[in-house]
């Protein structure tokens, strides 16, 4: 088994889990994007898309054909949390990170920072063909 595929099914795992969590209470996936800061015309919808938006992206990792898109696609999303996150905490505010809706509840720091931009590392992993 390559690394490659190894990187790609991890990172699967990560975005079936945070899109499944999420789909559990959509309100909640909603609530989170507004406690990030954004107002409530921008966070309902992105909050309501957000988890059909992450299981695509974690079967898109998996099948071979799509899978360095899907890895763009991971790259972009990481991005955007990894700015959320910067912002927030920029800002002196420390919402919850809900990222795997209520399976997972932590508020929002250095660990949860440097897991994202861990995250994103394995989808730069597979871009660059490792």
């Not at 994007?33 to 992105?46: H, T």
């Not at 799509?66 to 991005?79: C, Q, Y």
């Not at 209520?102 to 871009?127: F, K, M, N, Q, Y």
Request: include cysteine; proline fraction near 4%.
């Amino acid at each position: 088994m390559s690394l490659r595929l190894i990187l790609r099914v991890v990172l699967a795992i990560v975005f079936a889990g945070a899109a499944i969590g999420k789909l559990q209470d959509l309100d909640d996936s909603r609530q989170q994007v507004r406690d990030f800061g954004l107002p409530d015309v921008i966070a309902r919808p992105i909050g309501t898309l957000l988890p059909a938006v992450e299981l695509l992206v974690a079967a898109g990792l998996v099948i071979a054909a799509t899978s360095w898109w899907a890895a763009w696609a991971a790259l972009a999303l990481m991005g955007a949390f990894i700015v959320g996150i910067a912002v927030n905490m920029t800002l002196g505010r420390r919402p919850d990170c809900r990222c795997f809706g209520p399976l997972h509840i932590e508020t929002i720091g250095w660990r949860v920072l440097s897991r994202d931009l861990l995250l994103a590392a394995l989808a730069a992993a597979i871009l660059l063909r490792v």
